[in-house]
Every structure is written in C-alpha cells, then in structure tokens.
C-alpha cells in the first residue's frame, strides 16, 4: 500500500524535475507555434522561450524565477487506505525539495493578515481523491501568481450553453492575459459547483496537448475555444501575434438543473506539472 | 525588424526619448529589483522624506524576485513579475525620478499617462524565460530590506538584457496597440 513516505518521495522527486524541465507536450507545442507565427516580434518571443527551455535544462535552474505554489493531487486506488500523516509528509518533501534545488520561497503565512513568508514554501495545497484499483497517482503542479491572478470564475445561466461558454473563456483571457506568460495554456472547467469547477480547470492544465480528447464533442469544443483565444491576437508576451494559447483543454460535469458554472484557469508557458505513479 | 538598441543604464530620460513602444532593445548596466513588498517600503520611505531611498533617482527598477545563485551565476532564474501589481505606487515613484521600469503585462491608464507627463520608459521583458535572462545577469547584490528574501532592494548588473519598449516616453502603449495592429493585418 502507498504509505505517506512513498508519495513524499514522488512529490520531492516530482518537483525537483519540474522545475527546470519543460513539459515535452509544451515545447513541442512551442515548436509548432514559430512554424506557423506571421510576427516576427512573436517569433523573437517564442525562440526565447525555447532557448530558455535549453539553458533550464541543461544549467539544472528554474525555468521561471516564480516557482509557484504547490498543488498535489494524490489520486489513491479504491482499494488504499489514506495514509497517515500525508499533509506533514508532503510538506516535509515539498520544503526539502525547494531548499535543495534553490527554488524560490513564494509562499506568505495568509493572504490578508499576515504576508510573512513561511520561508520553506510550505503549506502543499493538498488534495485527496479515489479512483478505482490499487495504488496511487500523483499529480504535482508548480502554479505561477502571474497565470493564476488571471484566471476566472462565472455561474452562467444554463441558456448560456456553448457560446456563452466560450464568450466567458475568452473575456477572461482579454482581461489578463498580458500578464499570465503567453502563450498559455488555457484550462476550462465545466460543471460542478462554485467551489469545484475551479478544479476542474486546474485539473484540466495536466492533460498533455500532444494527446486529442477521446470524445470528440469535447476535441471539437477545445478547437473551437483555441481558435477564438487566438483571434485576440494578444500573441507571445502579449506583445501581439496568432499564438495567444498553445492549447485550450476542458473538463466537463455533472451539474445541478439551474447552474453552468465554469473557471478558467490560465497556464502560462513555462507550465509546470508532473504525474507520477506510486505502486501498492 | 532592425537591429536592437543598445541601452546603458542608468539612462537620462532625454536619452530614452527617441525609443517608440515595440522597439527591441539590450538592457546593459545597473538595474535594482522591487516587488510588491519593497514597494510597500519604498513608498513608505518616500512619504516619510520626501525623497527616494537608496539614491534611486534617476535609476531603473526591475519588477522581478530571482531565485537563488545557481549555476556559478548571481541568480539561478530572473525574470519580470506582473507590473500592474505595482501601477499604485509607480506614477509617484517617477515622479520621484525612477526613469525606467523593466516588468511584464498592460498597466493602467494612470501609469500610461504618467509615462507621458514624465519621459519615462517601461520595458517588457519576456515572462517565462528567466533561466534564459538570468545569464544576461553579471552580479547581484543585496542593497536593503533583506528580511524579505527574494523580496529584497538587489542591485543588479545587466549585459545586454534582451526587452521590448512596451510604453514609451510619449506614452505609447505596445499591449494597447499589438492586439489591434495583428487582428488588422489578418484580414
């Protein structure tokens, strides 16, 4: 059974990897974008952040100085016990994992009453959930304040349906965008209730782009989001051009009869996230 | 696209005033590092007289908190932070004499305009590239407030810092015009 020691191992070694390696999925993505950007400004933007996906990885440095907040997500077989003493744990690998790499401490005591920062990145945002079978899959996402400022939330009415959906994803992404490090990847959640549609979008940062939706309505809905994100023309760096999101992922679900909630959780282009799994 | 600029820093305002928002520049030179934390103090000095801190006039303020040395290099990572965080203090810090700022994203109207009536420049630099600009990086070092770690008032010397003028000193906005210039040459 995955106890708390094993899944702090993952975290740790989860961690130290992310943050100087850039998603495969991402920089293929990046690749494809200089081939098909007309602006020369966003070329010039683009090739920097390719170069600098090659000076991470090879110096073993951080690909952005904001090494963000930690978000796990243990995904534990069905079968599993929750281990004991998971949050201590995870934080222990978190803190040893960002002292030992020279990560940036980015984590203040409370967001209104106390902006001391806990000097070890600490606490891990922490979240535990079943799936069937043994063992458990661990997520860990390293989240920039610049993608996640600009990210948004709205309760539609269900009469909203599709357009409303994109109308709200792409007013979201006007807003903020310039300072969220585009080209982004952008995550839409559908579904739910006020407090876990947000997830959902978060969740839906971890699907590679590499890898088309299995069900084609939602394939079909994520090319058209794609599309009129990248109509903005708010281009690399903002600084204008085709390449607005690299790629728009959604997760949709169940929801009351009255609601349509949906959050858009913007990914930037150094987005840093792992999957790791832990046997039983 | 022309060659990029070549700025040394610090620069007068008279020297910048021929730069136009979506120029290409090399930042070299000194620059010093406040976020959100050192403007709370920085602001709080300046109120109580009158008068920049750490002989700031005429300087350049780096929105930006590095990561630790790494690499044999000063700073492992560096990269700009979002400006518009600090657009409530920044058009009375360039009045105060900061001729430059160095961050990323739109600001506000206020801080436009405030370039406008000042001759100052704010610079973007790319978001998400800091292991990349932090070879552009020769040396930095803690000048105050270094209770607040990565925080901290760090004088920074740049060699040929790669950036864009995002608002220029007539108050030219790149974020404004970018968007709307591509979306027209599209049809």
């Known amino acids: 059974m995955p106890d708390a020691r094993s899944i702090a191992d993952a975290v740790k070694r989860a961690v130290a990897e992310a ?5 495969p999925d ?76 020279a990560l940036r401490m980015s984590v203040v005591r409370d ?23 043994t063992g458990a899959t661990v997520h860990v996402m390293l989240k920039g304040a610049g993608s996640d400022n600009a990210s948004a939330l709205v309760m539609l009415d269900p009469s909203a349906g599709e357009d409303g959906v994109i109308d709200a994803v792409v007013r979201a992404v006007e807003a903020k965008a310039t300072g969220a490090c585009p080209p982004l990847i952008v995550g839409v959640g559908v579904g739910g209730t006020f407090d876990t549609v947000a997830k959902l979008a978060k969740k839906a940062l971890l699907a590679p782009l590499s890898v088309a939706n299995a069900d084609s309505r939602v394939a079909a809905f994520e090319q058209r989001l794609l599309e009129a ?4 023309g708010i281009g690399p760096a903002g600084l204008g051009g085709r390449t607005t999101a690299l790629g728009v992922r959604v997760l949709t ?27 039983g | 696209m022309s060659d990029p600029a070549r700025i040394t820093l610090p620069a007068t305002r008279e020297s910048l005033a021929g730069l136009r928002a979506g120029d290409e ?19 709080a000095e300046l109120a109580r007289t009158g008068a920049l801190p750490y002989a700031l006039a005429g300087e350049t303020l780096f929105y930006a908190g590095p990561t630790p040395p790494a690499a044999g290099r ?46 100052a420049v ?26 607040l770690g990565t925080e901290a008032l760090v004088r920074m010397e740049l060699v040929d810092f790669p950036a864009f003028v995002a608002i220029d000193a007539c108050g030219t906005d790149l974020y404004a015009a970018a968007p709307t210039e591509w979306r027209v040459s599209q049809r």
Not at chain 1, 121 to 130: A, E, S
Not at chain 1, 253 to 279: D, F
């Open chain 2, 74 to 119: 000063p700073v492992g990572s560096v990269g700009p932070t979002t400006a518009k965080r600090m657009d409530a203090w920044t058009p009375r810090l360039l009045e105060a004499g900061i001729v430059a700022t160095v961050g990323k994203g739109a600001r506000s109207e206020a801080v436009r305009r405030a370039h406008a009536e000042s001759g």
């Open chain 1, 253 to 279: 679900g169940p929801a009351h009869i009255a609601a349509l909630p949906v959050a858009v959780n913007l990914g930037c282009c150094a987005m840093r996230s792992a999957t790791v799994e832990v046997l």
């Open chain 2, 25 to 43: 520049v090399l930042l070299s030179g000194t620059v010093f590092t406040a976020r959100d934390a050192t403007h709370v103090r920085l602001a």
């Open chain 2, 122 to 147: 704010y610079f973007a630099a790319v978001g998400g590239a800091a292991a990349l600009l932090a070879t552009h990086v020769r040396s930095a070092e803690t000048v105050a407030y270094a209770d």
């Open chain 1, 26 to 101: 991402v920089e293929a993505a990046l690749r494809d974008a200089i081939e098909s950007e007309p602006s020369e400004r966003a070329r010039h933007v683009l090739s920097q952040l390719l170069e600098n996906a090659r000076i991470a990885a090879r110096d073993a440095v951080p690909l952005c100085q904001d090494t963000g907040t930690v978000w796990v997500w243990v995904e534990l077989g069905a079968d599993e016990r929750l281990p004991a003493g998971l949050q201590a744990a995870v934080d222990g690998a978190v803190a040893t994992a960002y002292s030992e790499n």
């Open chain 1, 229 to 232: 994100v990248n109509a903005t």
């Open chain 1, 19 to 23: 943050a100087v390696t850039l998603r």
């Open chain 1, 111 to 133: 967001a209104l009453f106390d902006r001391t920062n806990t000097g070890d990145n600490t606490p891990t945002f922490l979240d535990v959930t079943q799936r069937p079978g």
